[in-house]
């Protein structure tokens, strides 16, 4: 496709249900990357792969979350045991290089959580 | 701690003036830093990036300057429009970008 797709758009769930968030980035794009945004605040950095391996994922709260990219295109976030402070937007990007050569990240529109 | 600072208010401005944001870091060597704006339900877009080399970069009717004695980014929208209403993001990499927490600009007709 033209651009980062990310499915759904939007995902209401129940306290304590797992949830998967699924990221289609532009094609031939090697970098992605996953941050969240809650409402005022700025995307916080998740998880960063460069091709099928997860290059840094320090960002990611607690082992409810995990994010894997098996073939080195789409990605999936991953929640277990949702609590309602997991809810936002979770963002999905993509960049031809990585974060350390100034590649710009392209975004996709997000997949807005709400866990009940 | 790292810290990525912009203006904690809001700007509301008069059509045709310039708005002027800013950025501060603490505990970053960013080799360089980008803007992107950000428009309500919808993903950050890239507008701009300017190196540590850089001391001023412009695109269009925006300008960024960048001095990292200050540790400080300021980004201008000069003859402002209505449609420049949107929040606007800085960002440092440290081989991974970091985002501050965004100023949102209201232009006034």
């Known amino acids: 496709g033209a651009g980062v797709s990310q499915t759904p758009s939007n995902k209401v769930t129940e306290k304590g249900k797992y949830v998967e968030l699924r990221c289609d980035p532009i094609s031939g794009h090697t970098a992605l990357y996953w941050y969240r945004q809650s409402l005022g605040q700025g995307p916080e950095f998740l998880i960063y792969?460069?091709?099928?391996?997860?290059?840094?994922d320090s960002g990611l709260p607690n082992d409810r979350f995990f994010a894997v990219r098996p073939e080195g295109s789409v990605s999936t976030l991953k929640i277990q045991r949702t609590e309602r402070g997991d809810s936002a937007v979770y963002l999905c990007?993509?960049?031809f290089g990585t974060g350390g050569d100034g590649g710009e990240l392209f975004f996709g529109e997000g997949s807005r959580l709400t866990v009940l | 701690s790292q810290k990525i600072e912009q203006n904690s208010e809001a700007l509301n401005i008069q059509e045709g003036k310039t708005a002027t944001l800013t950025c501060n870091y603490t505990n970053y060597s960013p080799a360089y830093l980008q803007w992107y704006r950000q428009d309500p339900g919808r993903g950050p877009v890239f507008l701009l990036l300017i190196r540590e080399n850089e001391k001023e970069k412009r695109k269009e009717r925006l300008k960024v300057t960048f001095d990292t004695t200050l540790k400080q980014s300021l980004f201008h929208i000069t003859a402002s429009q209505p449609a420049d209403s949107a929040t606007y993001l800085c960002a440092l990499n440290d081989y991974k970008l970091s985002f501050g927490a965004g100023t949102t600009v209201t232009v006034r007709a």
């Open positions: 792969f460069q091709g099928t391996g997860a290059a840094d």
């Open positions: 990007a993509s960049s």
